[in-house]
């Protein structure tokens, strides 16, 4: 598959409803602007790796927020770190447990995991799946910034 929205004559410039999900939304709007936004998410899905497209983009059309908005958050850093010139392996698996981060990134002698996380509120609470916080394990090093938390630990 080579595009994340369906190939279809968009008619309806009117802006997002109230009830719309962001997926449905993108995928029918035709202005010029998300044209273009269109056109740069299916330019990053090409180079996603064909064997992770199928999930990728399942998430992505996905009328759940958390699952759209976790699926274009792991698009836009899996894009970011190949463009930064990182191999990228997705799901790479642990010795410790059958949990899989989303990433294992690597440049010369370095490398490390990534997990993409998106916390969406709705009255108060965390949505998406577990509903917690999760570890892969002990993670020395620790970066807050006030909007992202960022765990570092050597892979």
Known sequence: ???IFDDIERRDRSPALHTEDSFSFLNRVA????QRVRE???AWYRDYPEASQTDLRGRFRDSDAAQHYGAWWELYVYTLFRRLGYDVAIHP????????????V???ETAMYVECVVALTRMGTI???GGGER???PCPHVVDTGFVVMRLRAA
Do not use: C, H, I, N
């Open 1 to 3: 598959m080579s595009t």
């Open 135 to 137: 570890s892969w394990g």
């Open 40 to 42: 740069l998410v299916d």
């Open 93 to 104: 698996a642990l010795l410790t447990t059958t949990r899989q981060p989303d990433f294992l």
């Open 31 to 34: 202005t010029p602007e998300w």
């Open 127 to 129: 949505s998406g799946d």
């Open 106 to 108: 690597s440049r010369g």
